[in-house]
Each structure stands twice: as structure tokens, then as C-alpha cells.
């Protein structure tokens, strides 16, 4: 049986769904529908499967996300196969031509499933169906082959596929006529009508040797620039960090404008299983079961006559009361609320470029900051003091630091921390505390195996995140 | 100069401006309208002012308010007369009689001026003059003058005051002719362009032994029990605090009912100057100067393409963004959130109520909770641990106190604690801890001149706030 190797990308931060997808913890991250992420959903969906043998997923991601990308992995008890850096975004066509690469370099025949991380899926066994169709094309002809979605109503918003027939019915892959740009929405219409359009889905199934040739023949000046960039990049913890360097070089561009829409070997392969890339908050509205008034809730939410509503309350703590809305979106975070027309979702963006003109922390920050070592949140920022929770995992340690500004009262209140202040080593636990002197080089560790929380309470006259010398850190940060 | 004495009632609780306004902390205490809040604008009314004489004011509230009254008048520089404790709420005529009862005992030629403590009256010269044009009535024939607010549209949700002729443009009072019930709209309509229909706002001004007289004509069973309340009151910590088993006696009703319709002297004195009873947040948009296109903000909100919309963030550090929204309300709190239809605005009640009967405390409680000695806020509840930031007032004690289940560490981060520990009391100053055990007997003090802030951190398995064994009280707290 072929293996298959998925390749989920995993760099995106979009802005549409906004305040709960943020640049910093961007919406592949969040369990938008149903109880695991969109991240997670992505690699459940690529292992297992009647007839189908995946290896374990390769992960391109960022630097910032590294550390979510494997959390959110081992808290499903997915195994990842290489998780690769990239250190920037240069869209699609480098990232599937470093994955290609780095594939060719242990196994020239492999066959690799390029998916995004933040679309849903719901039906987990068409879609193996589908994927096991594709396998037959790129076997029997070598094609590379792209899922079109069959249509459910004139997109605009989309490219799509020109199949040159008709589906027959039958599942099998269909040879792509051509490309096609968002349309209007007259020739949307059109499309809908005919039945042989179908939506561009961006999952792509192909061999790493044909996949490379079509590179070579239509995008050859990639070849170089992410050639070095995988040779020459660094092992860091278990992560595979690309060249900067090499990678600067590489063009930014997107898969189906370098290779797709030039190649010949196109083929497409129907897909009417439901699918969504939540492009909006209109769109999670949609995938979101709404009620026969066509009200979707999440959270603590009361609904009081409401219709064509979407309404979340994102902490789970925070109670949302909606009365009497209509075409109404809704989503409330402690830090951040959103209330938009329904029919202005598309235009959530400008919302976020206003916030950060502003200069307001919430256009791309959550109050939760994610580290290699853990996370942490401020609880309250008071004259003088502030108020933090920090959670470390089992076996990870913050750099040895010193402040010039601010004294930290250290109290745990869950698991065991070993903690060094200047010369003195010791072990801290549950309901006891440390005080750090301000100028003491200090260093926290989870020794382990259980999670360590710890409030620290700082005191100062300031208390910026710039406060800090680092003299040793195992991630590596300046 | 005749001397008035401002009665302020500041019992009421309202859920129509919910989630600003909660049962345990309401409206009145709230900067709804500008900076100051309703109370304390109230209060600033009823000082100063040409021609007039205002006496230190009289506060009727209950006893979970008694605290929030004085730390209010004080940071309006207000000293402030009596302040009635009610055991329990019995609508505005067992108050004011009670007021005035107090009032007979020291001084039975006063008068009295009895107003609400949450409505918006935004010309203060000319609130004075028409109380001045009031008073004429009240020495010249003893009347119990209302003021009637001249309408400006046909609402059918207040009272009307029936005058016996239209008001001639001086300002002075009118004798009453009827009260009339809230009115359907047809009537409304036919009221407003007759020209001698005045709403009825529940300010008040008569002299005491005038409304006695009233009182004992028209409701004589109210004088026993509420005498009695007044006779037995105790004083406790500069409260007066009414006798409970006689007040309970007293009727549960509106001076309105009890009295008003009744009697023979009164008289209106129109009003024109502007005036809302903030019945409702479409109330608080019509006071909250909304912009061009009718969209009123408060705090850090961003609005795109709005129209018709009350926009609030009340944190102060949550960012509320709304786009394209019309006829929509949106109060943002970091616990709690309302989105209504603003033509829904007066069944705010009911959303409350959907709340209460799913047990969520945002129903009722805010997180910030006011004691005699301070407030506190609780920042985060975790698996067996919990923070809380603690304010206390300078020269007030928390009681001495031990709990079962848990342990404390105090971080103080403003101002100095005077901490009892068992046999042990010492002062701990701004970046310093205290750690307080499990069973310890305890007790948190502010010996200093400025306000004390400590981070408390608790660890154990019970952190309810009924967990405590209180041994001396100076606020007799059981």
C-alpha cells in the first residue's frame, strides 16, 4: 500500500475572525467547531482511514507557532512527523516545495497530501474516499491532483475548477480543464448551473517526484533558494528551522499561480462531503448548526428572540445575553467584543486594521501569551504592580534572567518548581513562595511530570516585558 | 431663608440597565451620563444654588449600600446629613415618611425635597429655579408640589400629572387637577398636544408637617409601624438603621398610591429643563449625545458604518468593535454582555430573569465586591487556587477571622497592612508578603492615611466565601 505523507500548512494568522482568531493564536488554533481545533481536526482527518496508510503529518509552520503545533498534536496523542520552521511566509509554493524537498531527500516515491490546517470537513470518510480516488490518478497517470468542491450555491468569494467533463458520478478523478478566477456573481450563477465547476479547496495530492518536475518546468527559479533553504537547516529542539538566509530568496507566491494553473497534469477530484474554509464569520455561522430561527450558539450564551444569529462567548466565564437581534454576529472575549452585521462579515479586516491604527494590543494579541516553555497571562496591571498566572509544562524551564525594574513574589499554587535565585537552588510546591529581589539572576523549571502554575506578583516602576537580561536559555531567544 | 432638606432615595436596584446595573451594585452608583454617578449628581443638585438653602442631604438606602453612599458623597466632598438604613425595601411611601418623622424630631417647621437618586436632570440653574417656584407654593398654601416634566413626545411608559390649567410660562406651580395611569398611545398623543399633561417624575417638595398631615388623612395605618421603625432606630457606625420588626409592618407602597392621588393640596410645577429616568438604555442613548448618524459611545469602542446604536465598553480595557450595526444596543463588561434590538430595550428585565433562573451570578453580581471595609475583585479561580486583588480603606479592618480550608499569602502592592497573625501583628509594607496558614486566626488592617492594595493568593480545596469563622467584627458581621 502507498503511504501517503500529509503535509498540513499551518502558518497562516488570519484577521476574518477576529477577535477570537488573532495574529498571535491565529483561528487554525481554535476549536471553532466542535471540541478540538481546526489544527487538530486537520491531522485526525489525515490518519487512520479504510485502505488509505498515512505517515505520521509533516508540519510547516512558523517559529511563533512551533510550540502549539506540537501541544495541540500530543494532547490528541498524534505523533508529528517533522515539524518545519519557515522563517517568514512566503505563501504556498515554497512551503509545498521545502516539504517536497525535504520528502525526496529520505523517499523519492513518496506520495504527499498538501491540506490546510484550518478548514473543516465534516464527513472524515468521503473525504478518505476521495483521497483514495486521487491515488488511483496519481499512480495510474502521475497527475497532480487537486479536491474541487461541488458547489452548493454562487460563490463569489472563490476560484474554481473547470473540470473538461462533467462528474460522472462515480467519484473518480476528472482531468481539469482549467483554472478559473473569482467569478461575478452572474457568472457564478452560470458555473452553479452547469455542474462542472467546482470550488478551488487547496488540498492537492501528488507524488514528490512529479510534484518536483512540475516545479522544475514552471516555477525553476524556486528550486534554488528552497533547495538551500532545506539543506541547510538547523535541527533546534526537534524542529526543523529552514535558512533564513536561502529562504529570504525564495519568491512569495501561491501553489496554484507558480505550478497549478501552468501544469498539464491536472486533475480534479469531486468532492460533495461538506466542506468549509471558514472564510468569515458568516461561514462558521453556517457550519455551526444553527436553530430553526437560525441561531448558532457557543458559550454561555441567552437567547431571547433572536434570528440569523451568531453568538459566542469565547472564556466560557463571560455570560452573553443577545434580545431581540437579527442578522447579528456576536462574539465576546473578556478583552475584546465584536458585534458585526451578518452581512458585513467579509469585513471583519477592516475592523482589525482600525484597531491597530489605534494602537489597541487586541488587534493581534491575546491576554494569554504563548512561550516555548509554557504560557501566561496578566491577571490585572495596577499602579506599581501586576498580577500574572504562569503555566509551565513538565520539564521546561524560562531562561536565567534578572530584572533592573521590578521584585517577583513567586506563589505556586499546582505541581513542584525548582527554582534558582542567584546561588541558591531549591524546590518550590504547592502554597509556597519564593521572593525575587530585584537585580537577583533567577530561573524557573519544571522538574515534573505534572503541569506547574505559578502566580507571580511583580513590584515596580515598571514592569514592561523589556525588562529583562537573559543569560541562558534553552530556546535559544536573544 | 427657609432651609430645605434634600431626601435622597437610593434603595432601588434596577435590571433595566443591565449588565451595568446589577442588584448588587445599581444604576444609581453608576457614571451612566458623564463623569460623576447618578447618585452623586444627585446629590451635587441638591447643594449650592441661587437663592436656595440646602441642608446636608438625607439618604435613605439599605444596608449592603450604606457603604457605597458615603464613599461616593466623599469623593464629591459632600458631607452628608442623615443616612436611613430600610431593612428591606417597601416602596417610596414608608421612606419618605420615615424621612420626615426623622426630620419632626429636630425640626417640625422643615421641608423636605424628596428625589430619586438615578435620574438625569442636566440644567442644574434651572432644576433650582422651578424648586424655588415650588417653595413659593408650599409656604404660601402649604401644597405638596410635584414637578411635572413637560413632554416632548407621547410616551406611553409614565405617568401623567393632569394640571387644572396649562402652565402660563412663569414657572409657577399649577394646581393638580388628576393623576393619570400610564396611557396608550392614541392617549398619549392627544395628551401631549393638549398642552396640560405633565409626566409625572417622583420629585417632591412639601413641608414635613404638611406631608404628616397627608400621610396621617390618607394612609393612617403607615404612621404606627413606620413610627415605630424611626422611634427604635439604632444608630450603628453613623447609620441610622431603621427597626426591622416594626418597618416589616409597614405597607409595601408608592407615595403615589398611598397618598398623592388622594390629597387636595398639590400643585405642579412645570419643568422644561430637561430630564430622563434612564428607564432604559434606549434612555441612556437619548442622554449620551449620540453623534450624525445617532451612534453614542462610551470607552474604548470602535464603530464602522453604524447608525442608531448605543456602543459601551465599560472596563475601560475592553475593546468593543462594531460594524454595520443599526437600532443595536451593545454593553460590554469583561463578565458579562448584552447585545439587544433597541427597540427591545425595555425587556432588558427579561433577559435578566433568564439569567437568574440559569443561576448565573452576572444575573445579580458584579465582580467586584463592596464590603464596610473596602472592595474586592477576584482575578482568577483556578483547580484549588484562587487570586484576589483586595482594597481596603484607610483606617477600616477586615474582621478577625480563620478559615477551615484554606491557606493565604499576602502580596501587599500599595500602602501599609497591620497583619495579626495568631499571637503576632506587624506592619508589611509595599513588596512584601505575609503568609497566613490553614486555621490561623487573622486579621488584615489599614493603619495609613492612603488606600492599602494586597494580592490575595489562596490554596486549598474550598475556597467558598462562607469558609470563615469570624471572631470580632467592627461592622457586627456575623
Same mark, same amino acid.
Given at each position: 500500500?502507498?503511504?501517503?505523507?500529509?503535509?498540513?500548512?499551518?502558518?497562516?494568522?488570519?484577521?476574518?475572525?477576529?477577535?477570537?482568531?488573532?495574529?498571535?493564536?491565529?483561528?487554525?488554533?481554535?476549536?471553532?467547531?466542535?471540541?478540538?481545533?481546526?489544527?487538530?481536526?486537520?491531522?485526525?482527518?489525515?490518519?487512520?482511514?479504510?485502505?488509505?496508510?498515512?505517515?505520521?503529518?509533516?508540519?510547516?509552520?512558523?517559529?511563533?507557532?512551533?510550540?502549539?503545533?506540537?501541544?495541540?498534536?500530543?494532547?490528541?496523542?498524534?505523533?508529528?512527523?517533522?515539524?518545519?520552521?519557515?522563517?517568514?511566509?512566503?505563501?504556498?509554493?515554497?512551503?509545498?516545495?521545502?516539504?517536497?524537498?525535504?520528502?525526496?531527500?529520505?523517499?523519492?516515491?513518496? #506520495?504527499?497530501?498538501?491540506?490546510?490546517?484550518?478548514?473543516?470537513?465534516?464527513?472524515?470518510?468521503?473525504?478518505?474516499?476521495?483521497?483514495?480516488?486521487?491515488?488511483?490518478?496519481?499512480?495510474?497517470?502521475?497527475?497532480?491532483?487537486?479536491?474541487?468542491?461541488?458547489?452548493?450555491?454562487?460563490?463569489?468569494?472563490?476560484?474554481?475548477?473547470?473540470?473538461?467533463?462533467?462528474?460522472?458520478?462515480?467519484?473518480?478523478?476528472?482531468?481539469?480543464?482549467?483554472?478559473?478566477?473569482?467569478?461575478?456573481?452572474?457568472?457564478?450563477?452560470?458555473?452553479?448551473?452547469?455542474?462542472?465547476?467546482?470550488?478551488?479547496?487547496?488540498?492537492?495530492?501528488?507524488?514528490?517526484?512529479?510534484?518536483?518536475?512540475?516545479?522544475?518546468?514552471?516555477?525553476?527559479?524556486?528550486?534554488?533558494?528552497?533547495?538551500?533553504?532545506?539543506?541547510?537547516?538547523?535541527?533546534?529542539?526537534?524542529?526543523?528551522?529552514?535558512?533564513?538566509?536561502?529562504?529570504?530568496?525564495?519568491?512569495?507566491?501561491?501553489?496554484?499561480?507558480?505550478?497549478?494553473?501552468?501544469?498539464?497534469?491536472?486533475?480534479?477530484?469531486?468532492?460533495?462531503?461538506?466542506?468549509?474554509?471558514?472564510?468569515?464569520?458568516?461561514?462558521?455561522?453556517?457550519?455551526?448548526?444553527?436553530?430553526?430561527?437560525?441561531?448558532?450558539?457557543?458559550?454561555?450564551?441567552?437567547?431571547?428572540?433572536?434570528?440569523?444569529?451568531?453568538?459566542?462567548?469565547?472564556?466560557?466565564?463571560?455570560?452573553?445575553?443577545?434580545?431581540?437581534?437579527?442578522?447579528?454576529?456576536?462574539?465576546?472575549?473578556?478583552?475584546?467584543?465584536?458585534?458585526?452585521?451578518?452581512?458585513?462579515?467579509?469585513?471583519?479586516?477592516?475592523?482589525?486594521?482600525?484597531?491597530?491604527?489605534?494602537?489597541?494590543?487586541?488587534?493581534?494579541?491575546?491576554?494569554?501569551?504563548?512561550?516555548?516553555?509554557?504560557?501566561?497571562?496578566?491577571?490585572?496591571?495596577?499602579?506599581?504592580?501586576?498580577?500574572?498566572?504562569?503555566?509551565?509544562?513538565?520539564?521546561?524551564?524560562?531562561?536565567?534572567?534578572?530584572?533592573?525594574?521590578?521584585?517577583?513574589?513567586?506563589?505556586?499554587?499546582?505541581?513542584?518548581?525548582?527554582?534558582?535565585?542567584?546561588?541558591? #537552588?531549591?524546590? #518550590?510546591?504547592?502554597?509556597?513562595?519564593?521572593?525575587?529581589?530585584?537585580?537577583?539572576?533567577?530561573?524557573?523549571?519544571?522538574?515534573?511530570?505534572?503541569?506547574?502554575?505559578?502566580?507571580?506578583?511583580?513590584?515596580?516602576?515598571?514592569?514592561?516585558?523589556?525588562?529583562?537580561?537573559?543569560?541562558?536559555?534553552?530556546?535559544?531567544?536573544?
Amino acid at each position: 500500500m502507498t503511504q501517503i505523507h500529509p503535509v498540513i500548512l499551518c502558518g497562516g494568522s488570519g484577521t476574518r475572525l477576529w477577535p477570537l482568531s488573532r495574529k498571535s493564536y491565529p483561528k487554525q488554533f481554535v476549536p471553532l467547531v466542535g471540541h478540538t481545533t481546526l489544527f487538530q481536526a486537520s491531522a485526525q482527518r489525515l490518519t487512520g482511514g479504510e485502505g488509505l496508510d498515512f505517515a505520521a503529518p509533516m508540519v510547516l509552520t512558523n517559529a511563533d507557532f512551533r510550540f502549539i503545533v506540537t501541544e495541540q498534536l500530543a494532547a490528541v496523542g498524534i505523533d508529528p512527523g517533522p515539524v518545519l520552521i519557515e522563517p517568514e511566509g512566503r505563501n504556498t509554493a515554497p512551503a509545498v516545495l521545502a516539504a517536497a524537498l525535504h520528502l525526496a531527500a529520505t523517499d523519492p516515491e513518496a #506520495v504527499m497530501l498538501v491540506a490546510p490546517s484550518d478548514h473543516v470537513v465534516p464527513d472524515t470518510a468521503a473525504f478518505h474516499a476521495a483521497v483514495a480516488q486521487g491515488l488511483k490518478a496519481v499512480r495510474a497517470r502521475g497527475d497532480l491532483v487537486t479536491f474541487g468542491i461541488m458547489p452548493d450555491r454562487p460563490e463569489t468569494g472563490y476560484g474554481y475548477l473547470r473540470l473538461s467533463a462533467r462528474p460522472d458520478g462515480s467519484g473518480a478523478a476528472v482531468p481539469l480543464d482549467r483554472f478559473v478566477e473569482k467569478p461575478d456573481e452572474d457568472t457564478a450563477r452560470a458555473m452553479l448551473a452547469d455542474g462542472s465547476h467546482l470550488w478551488n479547496s487547496g488540498i492537492f495530492l501528488f507524488a514528490v517526484r512529479d510534484i518536483l518536475a512540475a516545479f522544475e518546468a514552471h516555477a525553476p527559479g524556486l528550486m534554488a533558494p528552497v533547495r538551500a533553504a532545506v539543506e541547510a537547516a538547523k535541527t533546534d529542539l526537534g524542529f526543523l528551522r529552514l535558512d533564513p538566509a536561502a529562504w529570504a530568496g525564495a519568491e512569495d507566491i501561491s501553489i496554484d499561480y507558480a505550478v497549478m494553473e501552468k501544469a498539464e497534469n491536472l486533475s480534479v477530484v469531486p468532492f460533495s462531503g461538506g466542506w468549509s474554509d471558514l472564510d468569515s464569520w458568516a461561514a462558521v455561522h453556517e457550519q455551526s448548526a444553527p436553530d430553526a430561527q437560525g441561531v448558532a450558539r457557543s458559550g454561555p450564551v441567552t437567547a431571547i428572540d433572536c434570528r440569523n444569529a451568531l453568538l459566542r462567548s469565547e472564556s466560557g466565564a463571560q455570560e452573553l445575553v443577545a434580545l431581540g437581534v437579527e442578522n447579528l454576529i456576536a462574539v465576546a472575549m473578556p478583552d475584546a467584543v465584536l458585534v458585526a452585521s451578518m452581512d458585513r462579515a467579509q469585513d471583519v479586516k477592516q475592523a482589525v486594521t482600525a484597531l491597530k491604527a489605534k494602537g489597541a494590543a487586541q488587534a493581534e494579541q491575546l491576554p494569554v501569551d504563548h512561550r516555548p516553555w509554557g504560557w501566561f497571562e496578566s491577571l490585572v496591571v495596577g499602579e506599581r504592580f501586576q498580577v500574572k498566572r504562569i503555566h509551565v509544562h513538565p520539564g521546561a524551564a524560562l531562561s536565567l534572567q534578572s530584572h533592573h525594574h521590578r521584585s517577583e513574589h513567586w506563589i505556586v499554587v499546582s505541581g513542584t518548581a525548582k527554582v534558582t535565585v542567584d546561588d541558591e #537552588v531549591r524546590l #518550590v510546591t504547592e502554597n509556597q513562595s519564593v521572593y525575587i529581589p530585584l537585580g537577583a539572576v533567577h530561573r524557573m523549571e519544571n522538574p515534573g511530570k505534572v503541569p506547574m502554575v505559578l502566580i507571580e506578583v511583580q513590584t515596580g516602576a515598571y514592569l514592561g516585558e523589556d525588562d529583562i537580561i537573559r543569560y541562558e536559555d534553552v530556546y535559544a531567544r536573544g
